[in-house]
């Protein structure tokens, strides 16, 4: 509804007595009636007059005569949009632009929640933290808004499906509070505005220490700004400028229940050693692939880096076992860039090889590349993942094939760029408890690392190369060694051989593509890995030759051979697991390495 049609013509004649009297207006100049302005508050700049029969209004200090004439309507010295069309003249005609007009918690979808009905107004109680009745919010059919003039308002607050007991929420206004109560079931406590919502979380952290209150926030500057300030756990709605009202009117308040269910309490600074909890990792593919971790593959271009993530994705869609490895099952989403021609042949291939049928599998594929880095990108992208999950199931795994499309114009370089990527795989983590693998290229000048910002591989729990490698027959393999394992053993290098498939397609053209078969060859040492290995057994030997701790060697070696301690530390794994050297953990859980007998 456009600015023309909510505030139409109000007549001299007809209005202006009454907002002189309500504001209590002196003519100071001639035709024009100052005083105190409705919005503002301001007490002299503010003033009335006619023009061409007609009230016009004008303040010096806030110059917003929308604001004013919202004012106006609440406090009932101008009619509301309801009022005007009840009681328009029958002798206009032309009805298309009529609105019909309900109270504001109806269009909301809400029940009243102890608010009362005047007229066609709502009045909500407002208490303050001894409970006692302070104030009242005014809310018209429009959404206009306004407090008791002169009444408490700081700290101030209004509790729906009260009293406060356990788990409580949050929220900025009534009828996100109303809406988050009536579709968890829970208590909300409406703390007026996002800028008292902090205020309110301190005062009821304090008095109310039994209850846990968490953060019903809405999704803009101002609402996500004022969750954080409270330090409290919050959930704002994944789309833009929404709250939960709006969520529950799009999607159902069964979608608001799950989504405030998704929220991560925050951990204690620090926990009492005996009040520390361990477990055993849980596999996504066992051995290999953690759940919810973020797992990076990399190599080389045409290295064989989506044949195997697409093997490990088909594996957990299907649960076929991972060439030995048992897997979860689960619903795989797979966002690339590249068409569907050349991706479903790979799958083809795949499905010959394995002898499993792919129809109606759990595996998704996009149409296009996501920018992780474009919130606009990310929110539809989580639209979609969560409409789909409704009917397949909520991800198990979500592909990112490549990172550097995921990226868009970003500067994979830049941390900060890449912190706004690995934030957004984060939420989807949080989101569904799910692993997210980025698929990813090595280095310009140094090919045993992801490249970009080092940041990547900080944030990754799991990290694995791709090479490929040739035999003497020149058949085709790849070599996949796993380069940081987070919270589990580093796996062995894995070899696989390419296997060509001849296929038909829709069009009964002969084509082909590739599956890989897990074989027990190893790829030869390099040259230069060889002499890297001298290299460690060196420093080795002049560290004592018995027994040294691994990280000691690993920074030994980058000091005095130059690259850094971390490529030391991959050749040490790949010695470890080939010869001279055996890790143990020493008593005071210290990885040392040993010769081998």
């Given at each position: 509804?456009?600015?023309?049609s909510k505030?139409?013509?109000?007549?001299?004649?007809?209005?202006a007595?009454?907002?002189?009297?309500?504001?209590?207006?002196?003519?100071?100049v001639?035709?024009?009636?100052h005083?105190?302005?409705?919005?503002?508050g301001?007490?002299?700049?503010?003033?009335?007059k006619?023009?061409?029969?007609?009230?016009?209004?004008?303040?010096?200090?806030?110059?917003?005569?929308?604001?004013?004439?919202?004012?106006?309507?609440?406090?009932?010295?101008?009619?509301?949009?309801?009022?005007?069309?009840?009681?328009?003249?029958?002798?206009?005609?032309d009805?298309?632009?009529?609105?019909?007009?309900?109270?504001?918690h109806?269009?909301?979808?809400?029940?009243?929640?102890?608010?009362?009905?005047?007229?066609?107004?709502?009045?909500?109680?407002?208490i303050?933290?001894?409970?006692?009745?302070?104030?009242?919010?005014?809310?018209?059919?429009?959404?206009g808004?306004?407090?008791?003039?002169?009444?408490?308002?700081?700290?101030?607050?209004g509790i729906?499906?009260?009293?406060?007991?356990?788990?409580c929420y949050?929220?900025?206004?009534?009828?996100?509070a109303?809406?988050?109560?009536?579709?968890?079931?829970?208590?909300?406590?409406?703390?007026?505005?996002s800028?008292?919502?902090?205020?309110?979380a301190?005062v009821?952290?304090?008095?109310?220490?039994e209850?846990?209150?968490?953060?019903?926030?809405?999704?803009?500057?101002?609402?996500?700004?004022?969750?954080?300030e409270?330090?409290?756990?919050?959930?704002?709605?994944?789309?833009?400028?929404?709250?939960?009202n709006?969520?529950?009117?799009?999607?159902?308040?069964?979608?608001?229940?799950k989504e405030?269910?998704?929220?991560?309490?925050?951990?204690?600074?620090?926990v009492?050693?005996?009040?520390?909890?361990?477990?055993?990792?849980?596999?996504?593919?066992?051995?290999?692939?953690?759940?919810?971790?973020?797992a990076?593959?990399?190599?080389?271009?045409?290295?064989?880096?989506?044949?195997?993530?697409?093997d490990?994705?088909?594996?957990?869609?299907?649960?076929?076992?991972?060439?030995?490895?048992?897997?979860?099952k689960?619903?795989?989403?797979?966002?690339?860039g590249?068409?569907?021609?050349?991706?479903?042949?790979?799958a083809?291939?795949?499905?010959?090889?394995?002898?499993i049928?792919l129809?109606?599998?759990?595996?998704?594929?996009?149409?296009?590349?996501?920018?992780?880095?474009?919130d606009?990108?990310?929110?539809?992208?989580?639209?979609?993942?969560?409409?789909?999950s409704?009917?397949?199931?909520?991800?198990?795994?979500?592909?990112?094939?490549?990172?550097?499309?995921?990226?868009?114009?970003?500067?994979?370089?830049?941390?900060k760029?890449?912190?706004?990527?690995?934030?957004s795989?984060?939420?989807?983590?949080?989101?569904?408890?799910?692993?997210?693998?980025?698929?990813?290229?090595?280095?310009?000048?140094?090919k045993?690392?992801?490249?970009?910002?080092?940041?990547?591989?900080?944030?990754?729990?799991?990290?694995?190369?791709?090479?490929?490698?040739?035999?003497?027959?020149?058949?085709?393999?790849?070599e996949?060694?796993?380069?940081?394992?987070?919270?589990?053993?580093?796996?062995?290098?894995l070899?696989f051989?390419h296997?060509?498939?001849?296929?038909?397609?829709?069009?009964?053209?002969?084509?082909?593509?590739?599956?890989?078969k897990?074989?027990?060859?190893?790829?030869?040492?390099?040259?230069?890995?060889?002499?890297?290995?001298?290299?460690?057994?060196?420093?080795?030997?002049?560290?004592?030759?018995?027994?040294?701790?691994?990280?000691?060697?690993?920074?030994?070696?980058?000091?005095?051979?130059?690259k850094?301690?971390?490529?030391?530390?991959?050749v040490?794994?790949?010695?470890?697991?080939?010869?001279?050297l055996?890790?143990?953990?020493?008593?005071?859980?210290?990885l040392?390495?040993?010769?081998?007998?």
């Amino acid at each position: 509804m456009d600015d023309k049609s909510k505030y139409p013509h109000i007549f001299w004649n007809g209005y202006a007595q009454a907002i002189i009297n309500k504001y209590n207006l002196k003519q100071t100049v001639k035709g024009e009636h100052h005083g105190p302005c409705p919005a503002c508050g301001g007490t002299d700049r503010f003033w009335i007059k006619e023009y061409k029969g007609e009230v016009r209004v004008h303040c010096r200090q806030c110059n917003d005569w929308k604001a004013i004439y919202d004012e106006m309507i609440v406090d009932g010295v101008l009619p509301t949009l309801y009022e005007r069309q009840k009681y328009a003249s029958v002798a206009v005609n032309d009805t298309s632009d009529f609105v019909a007009i309900e109270p504001y918690h109806v269009k909301k979808g809400i029940d009243l929640h102890g608010a009362v009905l005047d007229g066609m107004n709502l009045v909500v109680p407002i208490i303050d933290i001894s409970g006692k009745r302070v104030n009242t919010q005014t809310i018209t059919p429009e959404g206009g808004k306004k407090f008791k003039h002169g009444a408490p308002v700081d700290t101030c607050f209004g509790i729906v499906n009260g009293p406060l007991n356990g788990e409580c929420y949050l929220a900025e206004g009534w009828a996100t509070a109303c809406s988050v109560a009536q579709c968890t079931g829970r208590p909300a406590v409406f703390c007026l505005n996002s800028g008292n919502l902090p205020k309110v979380a301190a005062v009821l952290q304090e008095k109310r220490p039994e209850c846990t209150f968490i953060v019903a926030a809405d999704n803009d500057d101002a609402g996500v700004k004022a969750a954080k300030e409270t330090n409290l756990p919050y959930k704002a709605p994944k789309q833009a400028k929404w709250d939960w009202n709006d969520v529950m009117l799009n999607h159902g308040p069964a979608m608001v229940a799950k989504e405030l269910k998704k929220i991560r309490k925050p951990k204690p600074l620090f926990v009492q050693l005996d009040q520390l909890e361990f477990k055993a990792p849980e596999w996504l593919i066992e051995g290999l692939l953690e759940k919810n971790t973020f797992a990076v593959c990399f190599g080389s271009p045409a290295a064989g880096k989506t044949f195997l993530v697409l093997d490990m994705a088909l594996s957990i869609a299907t649960g076929k076992t991972f060439h030995d490895h048992n897997v979860s099952k689960g619903t795989v989403f797979y966002i690339a860039g590249e068409g569907h021609n050349g991706f479903a042949r790979r799958a083809a291939a795949w499905q010959k090889e394995t002898q499993i049928s792919l129809q109606k599998v759990p595996f998704f594929k996009s149409s296009r590349s996501v920018v992780m880095t474009d919130d606009t990108q990310v929110a539809e992208l989580r639209d979609v993942i969560e409409e789909m999950s409704q009917q397949h199931g909520e991800p198990s795994l979500i592909v990112i094939d490549t990172l550097a499309r995921a990226l868009g114009a970003a500067d994979e370089n830049s941390a900060k760029e890449m912190g706004t990527f690995i934030r957004s795989v984060d939420e989807l983590r949080d989101d569904y408890d799910c692993t997210v693998l980025a698929v990813h290229h090595t280095g310009h000048s140094n090919k045993d690392r992801a490249r970009g910002s080092s940041s990547l591989i900080g944030a990754a729990d799991c990290e694995f190369m791709v090479d490929k490698w040739f035999d003497g027959d020149e058949n085709t393999k790849i070599e996949v060694k796993w380069t940081k394992m987070k919270d589990a053993l580093m796996p062995e290098p894995l070899n696989f051989l390419h296997v060509p498939h001849q296929l038909t397609g829709v069009d009964l053209t002969p084509t082909s593509s590739i599956a890989l078969k897990k074989i027990s060859d190893k790829k030869p040492l390099q040259n230069d890995e060889k002499d890297r290995q001298k290299m460690v057994l060196d420093a080795f030997n002049q560290m004592g030759g018995e027994q040294v701790i691994r990280s000691a060697l690993s920074e030994q070696c980058a000091a005095k051979y130059g690259k850094s301690a971390r490529t030391w530390n991959d050749v040490i794994q790949e010695m470890t697991q080939e010869i001279f050297l055996q890790q143990k953990v020493s008593k005071n859980n210290v990885l040392t390495l040993r010769r081998k007998d």
